[in-house]
């Protein structure tokens, strides 16, 4: 859980003490965002906007895979942060090659859905984190903050309906995981990320290199 941080006095020494003894915690965000959530809202009732969003929130199968990492809702988009060691630990998918698969998948179902006018589009921000702690500033929520979060959050600008965009770092790891664990195997998603492409985000102070998976 994460470790709370509240202090009254703004010159406290105590909150640099804890904040000092913090550790780093690895692993990886991801942003989804439901496309076109808000125009439905004014185009058509609750009846109808309302069973689309339940309809594809419960599609994205792997969210039910990690209920424990599903870290905060902002309107229709979702964080999650899974540790290292948490998706080690589970049975379905237990590397990154395997968990970029299943969300190569999901969006390619919800994309290809043979009935029409069932689910709404979605995009993803996906990165490997290792500059992130597992804080939060409010009694009895789980939250990580740290500069990695911020910049998977950046990834955002750059995605667009059954797009998923990730880093280079992230890619590093499914490559590495996918020799180690998958090798040979096809896979249509690995066949799909895009070359090097280098972007500058507003606030990051350096450029970040990342790909694309067009589904």
């Given at each position: 859980?994460?470790?709370?941080i509240?202090?009254?006095?703004?010159?406290?020494p105590?909150?640099?003490?804890?904040?000092?003894t913090?550790e780093?915690t690895?692993?990886?965000c991801?942003?989804?965002?439901i496309i076109?959530?808000?125009n439905?809202?004014?185009?058509?009732?609750l009846?109808?906007w309302?069973?689309?969003l339940n309809?594809?929130?419960n599609?994205i199968s792997?969210?039910?895979?990690?209920?424990?990492?599903?870290?905060k809702?902002?309107?229709d988009?979702?964080m999650?942060f899974i540790p290292?060691?948490a998706?080690k630990?589970?049975?379905?998918?237990s590397d990154y090659?395997g968990?970029?698969e299943e969300i190569y998948a999901?969006i390619d179902?919800?994309k290809?859905?043979?009935?029409?006018?069932?689910f709404?589009?979605?995009?993803?921000g996906?990165?490997y984190c290792?500059?992130?702690?597992?804080?939060t500033?409010?009694?009895?929520?789980?939250?990580?903050?740290?500069?990695d979060?911020d910049?998977?959050a950046?990834?955002?600008?750059?995605a667009?309906?059954n797009r998923i965009v990730?880093?280079?770092?992230?890619?590093?790891?499914i490559?590495s995981?996918y020799?180690?664990y998958?090798?040979?195997?096809?896979s249509e998603?690995?066949?799909s990320i895009?070359?090097k492409?280098?972007?500058?985000f507003?606030?990051?102070?350096?450029?970040?290199?990342i790909?694309v998976?067009?589904?």
């Amino acid at each position: 859980m994460a470790t709370y941080i509240h202090f009254k006095n703004p010159n406290s020494p105590e909150i640099e003490k804890l904040l000092g003894t913090l550790e780093k915690t690895p692993g990886i965000c991801i942003f989804i965002d439901i496309i076109n959530s808000t125009n439905i809202k004014y185009t058509s009732d609750l009846k109808q906007w309302g069973r689309k969003l339940n309809n594809t929130f419960n599609f994205i199968s792997f969210l039910n895979d990690f209920p424990d990492n599903i870290v905060k809702g902002i309107g229709d988009e979702l964080m999650l942060f899974i540790p290292d060691e948490a998706l080690k630990n589970k049975s379905t998918y237990s590397d990154y090659f395997g968990l970029i698969e299943e969300i190569y998948a999901t969006i390619d179902n919800l994309k290809n859905f043979p009935v029409e006018d069932t689910f709404l589009n979605c995009k993803v921000g996906i990165h490997y984190c290792t500059e992130v702690y597992n804080i939060t500033f409010f009694e009895g929520y789980n939250d990580y903050y740290g500069q990695d979060i911020d910049l998977t959050a950046r990834l955002m600008m750059k995605a667009k309906a059954n797009r998923i965009v990730l880093t280079e770092t992230l890619y590093q790891k499914i490559l590495s995981d996918y020799n180690k664990y998958h090798k040979g195997q096809e896979s249509e998603c690995l066949k799909s990320i895009s070359g090097k492409y280098i972007e500058d985000f507003k606030g990051v102070p350096k450029y970040t290199e990342i790909r694309v998976i067009d589904v």
